[in-house]
């Protein structure tokens, strides 16, 4: 495609469960990074992979939080045990070089 | 460590007004600046970028900012604002030798337009 996209759009799930946000980069883009926008907020690092290699999970809130890239291309952001504090905005951004970032449109989610 | 101070979380100006809105950036070194915009329930979309060819940038939607090392500063302006330009702003920092370094967001500006 010509750009990032995420899925799902809208996801809606109750405390307690898991769930599983996926992000298609830009073909060819090698970097790749997951944010976390809450209501009013600038978006959160969470983070980032060079190809298949997770070389930073700083932002990550706790280990709740899982994110991987097995094939350098499609990721996916896992959250389990979703709890009222996850509900955000999660970005996808993907990159080929420093300067220049793309994002997705991000999937909202809502933790009931 | 790297860092983005967005000053004003909401600024408010009358349409064909001067739209100035305020980014100071904490790095080292010269880094990556950026501005993005975000609509309502919509992405970033980026604005503009400076990457240390030119201090002065021209973004789209006739926004341009001035990269500042002496004031640590890269404002951006619009000389005549449009009801159009209404979104939320982000102010952004990365780092510059490596592609690896994660992008930095200030918290935004709000901007709203007043007829």
């Known amino acids: 495609g010509a750009g990032v996209s995420q899925s799902p759009r809208y996801k809606v799930a109750k405390r307690g469960q898991d769930v599983a946000l996926r992000c298609d980069p830009i073909s060819g883009h090698v970097s790749l990074f997951w944010y976390q926008q809450a209501l009013g907020q600038g978006p959160e690092f969470l983070t980032y992979?060079?190809?298949?290699?997770?070389?930073?999970k700083s932002g990550l809130p706790s280990d709740r939080f899982f994110a991987e890239r097995p094939e350098g291309s499609v990721s996916t952001l896992k959250i389990q045990r979703t709890q009222q504090e996850d509900s955000a905005v999660y970005l996808c951004?993907?990159?080929?070089?420093?300067?220049?970032?793309?994002f997705g449109p991000g999937t909202r989610l809502t933790v009931l | 460590a790297q860092s983005v101070t967005q000053l004003g979380s909401h600024v408010s100006v009358s349409e064909g007004a001067l739209v100035l809105l305020r980014c100071n950036y904490s790095s080292s070194v010269p880094p990556y600046l950026f501005w993005y915009v975000q609509y309502p329930n919509q992405g970033l979309q980026l604005l503009l970028k400076?990457?240390?060819?030119?201090?002065l940038v021209k973004g789209i939607n006739g926004f341009e900012a001035e990269f500042k090392k002496s004031e640590t500063s890269f404002h951006l302006t619009k000389p005549s604002a449009h009801m159009s330009d209404a979104a939320e702003y982000f102010c952004a920092v990365r780092g510059y030798h490596s592609s690896a370094s994660k992008i930095i967001f200030g918290s935004g500006t709000r901007l709203s337009i007043r007829p």
């Open positions: 400076y990457t240390s060819a030119a201090t």
């Open positions: 992979f060079q190809n298949e290699a997770q070389l930073d």
């Open positions: 951004a993907s990159s080929l070089k420093a300067e220049r970032a793309f």
